[in-house]
């Protein structure tokens, strides 16, 4: 029996887990080992399931086959509210929980008028922190439902001189 792996993020769970899929397995069958990782007492609410960086909350369902590598996200919500702050000047744009902060941060270059070289050098913190998310974290892990929305600054990245 051949197995795929599929990682799942969640603002239910601590860090990335990492699930063995039967290959072939159904997407209901994806469905509840996804559910399995998370707490009991959550699973009575209303859990949706995200592809990474997909904008339609149906995709899983439109999935032929579960491929090996696929990237799942298990949250509360289904949109999220993020504001962005920059050069005295802010942004805001909803998003699914499924949204890497990869892709915020591109959303938000765009958005300030940051040429791509220039916003190479800058990076995601969250406001009134000194906490820079990983770029491939998804949005959904850094917001815990009820609450709905975060707040970045977009700050100039660490240099490394040497």
Not at 76 to 102: D, M, Q
Not at 111 to 132: H, I, K, N, W, Y
Request: charged share 25%.
């Amino acid at each position: 029996m051949t197995m795929t792996q599929v990682f799942l993020q969640s603002e239910l769970l601590k860090d990335i887990e990492v699930l063995e899929i039967e290959e072939g397995a159904s997407k209901n069958a994806v469905r509840q080992a996804c559910l399995a990782r998370i707490a009991e007492v959550h699973l009575g609410e209303m859990l949706f399931l995200f592809i990474e960086d997909d904008d339609d909350e149906d995709a899983i369902d439109k999935v032929d086959t579960i491929t090996d590598g696929l990237r799942l996200h298990l949250h509360r919500l289904k949109s999220i509210t993020v504001n962005v702050r920059y050069a005295g000047r802010e942004a805001h744009h909803t998003f699914r929980p499924n949204t890497t902060i990869a892709r915020v941060k591109r959303w938000a270059a765009h958005e300030f008028g940051v040429t791509p070289s220039d916003a190479a050098e800058l990076m995601l913190q969250l406001s009134g922190t000194d906490t820079r998310p990983d770029p491939d974290l998804h949005l959904g892990c850094l917001v815990k439902a009820p609450q709905d929305s975060v707040c970045f600054d977009l700050v100039p990245a660490p240099r490394v001189n040497g």
